[in-house]
């Protein structure tokens, strides 16, 4: 069911300001990498581009043997990309329930009954049962989190794109999604983690990309990245500039 | 056309565009710190013209103590109903701040335009204007009470140029305006800023309606059209721009002026003077919604 | 299965309105209604595109009349009959509304109200000064909606064509297309990143809402027979945002009943003139102040609220 994200030369410009410089990159099917790189380098203006948030400037995007540039962010999605937001984007006055029946609906052969047991299950595996009719207004930061989760796998998606999903996250729920994306990538969704937190990327991410100035810096296994001087001249330069 | 003729539209229309500067202002300047509009504007700009209107009327003031008057009462009404209304929208008390604001300001409109139906009816009023006679320069004849109401909108925007550049208060509004969490952050009281921004932007609407009332009459749907005006000014040099709503204000005056006279069917022409601005905003906002003046912002 | 509070309210409600004429409700305040159902179709169509999809319009009261002068003048000029030509005003309100939604999709907000409010005034204006189709300011006679039709059957026409508008964007809006509606309200990024289509959904609302206000229109002028510019104007507007916002805005049938319920008051109210405007300006601002749901949408959860506690 995966295909393989490649990125050719993508580059994205803001006015004057090159966000991203021709970025090559290939995630092959079933791969769990992860994307450091100190703020401003590029990582969830790379997700936002992938996704279809902005026009990218130049280069390409392709899921497999389709070009995704050039489609709606919402095709994008029904392609089988699945992305969270580093500021969760959970629809707050909806409950959670119809949080996650919103992208199984978008499929129109899915009968809201199926898509209802479907989202069940969903709960069931996130142990959010219970809070089916909450409004998720109501929920507390990682509950919003799980929620997130929920809605991207309610999309059977074949790649996930994930933007700092340990932010502000307390440890047991840490170690509980850091589970769930194991399980997932087990059953071969790929993925791609944008993290600060270098112990859960490291720990969950064989192949490990580091991004500096919108450009890639680095590649390869984790523990050569993170050895890798380049990397360490690019954290330690953003310390210094801070 | 000849040219004392031209010379006498482009005078007409400075005069028209000084109006539309002074009450697109007050607009701009609430925009700026709280990023909302004030749909209540034109009514704020009403109250104004009646404020004027009893100063004279009943309290017997000379024209331009009726101005004053107008503005100070205008800031007490606009700071009461930034505390009592508009104060929900930054502090996070509502859900949808943006949509609350509108919807509240729009309501307050109709309250206040029905306030002053009930209270004063629908008959024109027709206060003394701070000049009366004409003016002729050469072979230009100008209306004085025209002429004089331009005159003192261009010193009351001077001032309030003045304000924001040299006081204190002046510099937090303008710093809010700009980035608001870099001035919160800065020590500005962004609470007693945004009550300050639109104390005086609704002042400047109370001036604008006294000023230019008695050119007019003062009616309590009097501000209905100066508003839809003074949208097509702030759009036009960008909201939340000081410098877009003065320049925004002068081309409008122009535009309508010389649109009216070159389009041949001169009745037709007349009709659709008030589409004309309607159409440039409709424009700018779907080509560049950041005005002609205002910088394009990266959208993240 | 128990239905929901909101359809039993409108239920009840549109019993009462049926039982009416038959309780002896004179001819006066059997039109009173008439002209609130009017402005009831107005109020929901309004609330489906702000309550629901969270686009806010200042253009409701002018496609209105966009419907009403495109149904009068096709009756005028083609001599089609009347109920054809509601469904072309509305088609024809329906096709700007499409296009207005399609050009101000990235606007948002105070940006996406002005550019309402642009539109709103510039059709007014054209509408005032195309005299020689319109008679301007002077207003436009409109053919019956039905000839020789008395009072009662105006009204009963009337509240037919608002239980089944209201039903039908009821209906719609219980889809997944209604939940799209409101993920796109709630947040269009997340919703098109789990593959809702933003725009076109976005677009569809537009239409759909201006398109009913056109059939609204309509429908009011034929039942009045007499339609002037200012049916178009920004106070109209005003009403229309009064009634929805009172009646609770996040509710097609909430606001449909506050429609209803705010012009019979304004008949009732008449001896004190203009004050009643003020006090529902007054009222519109102190709910969205302090109950946000509206009159009918508190209530409900009041009454919900209460049961539970028992």
């Known amino acids: 069911m995966s295909a393989p994200l490649v990125l050719t030369r993508l580059s994205m410009r803001f006015g004057g300001i090159t966000a991203l410089d021709r970025i090559d990159l290939a995630v092959a099917p079933g791969e769990m990498v992860g994307l450091m790189g100190p703020n401003g380098s590029g990582k969830t203006t790379l997700l936002n581009v992938v996704c279809g948030y902005y026009r990218q400037s130049g280069g390409r995007v392709y899921l497999g043997d389709r070009r995704l540039d050039g489609r709606s962010a919402a095709q994008r999605a029904r392609l089988g990309l699945g992305r969270s937001f580093q500021v969760t984007k959970v629809f707050r006055r909806l409950t959670v329930m119809e949080n996650l029946l919103v992208p199984a609906l978008t499929a129109w052969s899915l009968a809201p009954a199926a898509a209802r047991a479907k989202a069940a299950t969903v709960l069931a595996a996130l142990n959010l049962e219970r809070l089916k009719d909450a409004r998720a207004a109501d929920l507390s930061g990682g509950q919003a989190k799980l929620l997130e989760f929920g809605r991207m796998m309610m999309l059977d998606p074949k790649i996930i794109l994930l933007d700092e999903p340990f932010g502000g996250v307390y440890p047991e729920l840490k170690a509980f999604m850091q589970d769930h994306l194991r399980r997932w990538n087990a059953a071969g969704v790929t993925i791609v983690l944008i993290s600060h937190d270098m112990g859960a990327l490291f720990g969950l991410c064989p192949r490990v990309v580091t991004l500096a100035g919108g450009r890639v810096i680095a590649d390869g296994p984790a523990e050569a990245v993170r050895r890798d001087p380049a990397v360490l001249d690019a954290y330690l330069g953003d310390h210094y500039a801070a | 056309m000849s040219g004392i003729a031209l010379v006498e539209q482009a005078l007409n229309g400075l005069v028209i565009g000084s109006f539309y500067a002074l009450t697109a202002l007050g607009l701009s300047i609430i925009f700026g710190v709280l990023k909302i509009v004030n749909f209540a504007h034109g009514e704020f700009y009403m109250i104004g013209g009646y404020i004027y209107y009893l100063a004279l009327a009943a309290l017997g003031l000379p024209p331009v103590a009726g101005v004053v008057v107008a503005a100070l009462g205008l800031v007490v009404l606009g700071g009461l109903v930034e505390w009592s209304l508009i104060r929900p929208v930054y502090t996070d008390k509502v859900d949808r701040p943006d949509e609350y604001a509108i919807m509240i300001t729009f309501g307050l409109a109709i309250l206040l335009q029905n306030l002053m139906l009930s209270l004063y009816g629908p008959w024109p009023l027709r206060p003394a204007p701070i000049f009366r006679g004409r003016v002729e320069i050469g072979e230009l004849i100008i209306s004085g009470d025209r002429l004089a109401a331009a005159a003192a909108a261009v010193v009351l925007i001077a001032v309030v140029l003045v304000i924001l550049r040299a006081t204190w ?44 009332g008695p050119v007019f009459n003062v009616t309590p749907i009097m501000g209905i059209i100066p508003v839809v005006k003074a949208y097509v000014v702030v759009v036009l040099g960008g909201l939340g721009s000081i410098w877009g709503a003065l320049a925004g204000g002068l081309i409008l005056g122009q535009v309508e002026v010389f649109a009216t006279v070159l389009i041949p069917d001169t009745s037709r022409a007349l009709a659709y003077k008030d589409a004309y601005g309607l159409a440039v905003l409709v424009l700018v906002l779907l080509v560049r919604p950041q005005g002609l003046f205002g910088e394009r912002r990266r959208l993240a | 299965m128990t239905l929901p509070t909101d359809v039993r309210v409108g239920l009840a409600a549109a019993a009462l309105f049926v039982a009416l004429p038959f309780a002896g409700l004179g001819d006066y305040w059997l039109y009173t209604l008439t002209i609130g159902f009017y402005y009831a179709i107005l109020a929901a169509s309004w609330s489906l595109l702000v309550g629901y ?98 009072r009662p059957v105006l009204y009963f026409v009337a509240l037919a064509v608002l239980i089944a508008t209201v039903a039908l964007l009821w209906a719609i809006l219980r889809t997944r297309i209604g939940l799209f509606f409101q993920a796109i309200r709630e947040d269009e990024e997340g919703a098109a990143s789990l593959g809702v289509q933003v725009t076109l959904w976005k677009v569809v609302a537009f239409a759909l809402s201006t398109a009913v206000a056109g059939l609204g229109g309509g429908l009011y002028a034929h039942v009045v027979g007499l339609i002037s510019p200012t049916m178009m104007s920004l106070q109209e507007m005003g009403y229309v945002l009064a009634m929805a916002v009172i009646g609770g805005f996040h509710n097609i049938i909430y606001s449909a009943l506050g429609g209803v319920l705010l012009q019979v008051l304004l008949e009732y109210l008449r001896e004190i003139g203009e004050w009643r405007l003020a006090i529902f300006g007054l009222i519109t601002i102190l709910i969205l102040r302090f109950a946000p749901n509206g009159l009918f949408g508190t209530l409900a959860a009041l009454g919900a609220a209460l049961r539970g506690r028992s």
């Open chain 2, 169 to 212: 208060a002046g510099k937090a509004v303008r710093a809010v305006s700009q980035n608001r969490k870099a001035a919160e952050v800065l020590g500005v009281n962004v609470g007693r800023t945004a009550l300050l921004a639109f104390g005086l932007g609704a002042a400047l609407a109370g001036a604008a309606g006294a000023l230019i």
């Open chain 3, 53 to 150: 999809v969270g686009r806010i319009s200042f253009a409701q009261a002018a496609m209105s009349g966009l419907g009403a002068y495109t149904s009068v003048m096709t009756v005028l000029g083609l001599g089609w009959p009347v109920p054809l030509a509601l469904v072309v005003g509305a088609a024809i309100a329906g096709a700007l509304g499409l296009f207005i939604g399609w050009l101000s999709l990235r606007l948002h907000g105070p940006y996406l109200g002005l550019t309402t409010i642009a539109f709103a005034e510039i059709l007014r204006i054209a509408v005032t000064a195309e005299h020689q189709w319109t008679r301007g300011s002077l207003g436009l006679s409109a053919a019956p909606l039905i000839d020789g039709a008395t």
